[in-house]
């Protein structure tokens, strides 16, 4: 197809689209003469995911570079271990942005959310990477809690934990075998089903708060 | 207790406690002298609830004032209503900003989202206000879901509602009676376990992921 049917197809103006094959999200089209090129279904693909990144989950144009230059990069071999890392790293160019390990992380309270973590880690055997974004993640969230003064008790946090181990199971059996679908669908799950848990938490409390103030049957 | 003593023991230097007075997030201490003041628990409390949405939520000092503005009004009468009202209002203030309802959001994809949350909210029989923020919320991230081609299927949805709301309902039964303690706590509550929430579900991801690919037993 053209540049102005991909624009039509993908909802991407074509101007947008232009800049992407500039910065290198997107593959040129294939050239048919001096001032035209056509586009394939993977264009389309791709520009829906870089929409996604950046209209859904507010990415900026850096950010989604990284992202699909890590879906991009030919893993070889394609090993459980190469993958593991390319899932990692693609992961962790998604937000909150978390600093490398080992950094001085020079926040007074160091210790509180970071021991609370490592307990509830072992106590619901999560068996994840020591440096992995997502556990430097819980251990800031769990930071905040306890500064705070709202529980951390190991029920409550492992009610969380569970929650949350039963939903990823059921999302990582969803997960696509090819390495780029592999990868694509795990930055996208995780960016974007992220408000949806959010919103449907504010939603049930709501629920049940007018139910614990009689507001309804 | 001095100015010197709250900052001690708050983690909240001078300067800044004077600039939270100014800025009316924090009520003046009680006048000792010309230039002296003594503050007590409810200054410490307070400062504790301001850091938490300040530096574990990542809140604009705009955005605390406004919190603190609606904790603070005196409830007349206090009724099941009214809490429910402030509540929302409250929990309004939070981010994502999602703006106004009936606002003009002139997303070419309007229908999709509400649509699948329209048909989720009654599936699962939340009751909730047809206005409330979280509503156009997940309307909006079941628009990016649902634009990004990812499942939007009743089996999935049904799923992350039911956890949720399981998770929402023994939060709602821990919530203090005290109209000020129970704004504090759900502002609180939904701010700070949120990212908690989200760093297990990578965490749980990854543990699931290695599973899958046959990196652990």
């Known amino acids: 197809m053209r540049i102005s049917e991909l624009a039509r197809t993908s ?10 094959v500039r910065e290198g999200l997107l593959a040129p ?17 791709r520009l829906r995911l870089i929409r996604a990144l950046r209209e ?10 990284e992202i699909v230059r890590i879906i991009d990069a030919p893993l070889e071999p394609v090993t459980p271990t190469t993958l593991i890392v390319a899932l990692g790293t693609a992961l962790a160019a998604l937000p909150p942005d978390v600093g490398v390990d080992g950094s001085a992380d ?9 021991a609370i973590s490592a307990q509830l880690i072992a106590r619901v055997g999560l068996e994840v990477e020591r440096g992995t974004p997502a556990r430097r993640q819980l251990d800031r969230a769990l930071r905040a809690v306890a500064d705070a003064g709202l529980p951390t008790d190991a029920q409550r946090l492992d009610r969380y934990a569970a929650a949350m181990s039963d939903l990823a199971a059921a999302e990582i059996a ?16 995780t960016a974007l089903y992220e408000p949806v848990l959010l919103a449907l938490r504010r939603l049930a409390h709501e629920h049940h708060a007018r139910r614990a103030l009689g507001l309804a049957p």
């Open 174 to 189: 969803e997960m696509p075998d090819e390495p780029g679908e592999m990868l694509a669908y795990a930055v996208l799950g």
């Open 29 to 45: 089209g294939v050239k048919t003469g001096a001032t035209q090129a056509v586009y394939d279904d993977h264009h389309v693909q």
């Open 106 to 114: 020079s926040d007074a309270n160091d210790g509180a959310g970071d």
């Open 56 to 65: 859904g989950a507010g990415l900026s144009v850096e950010r989604v570079g």
């Open 11 to 20: 909802g991407v103006p074509v101007p947008t689209i232009k800049y992407y």
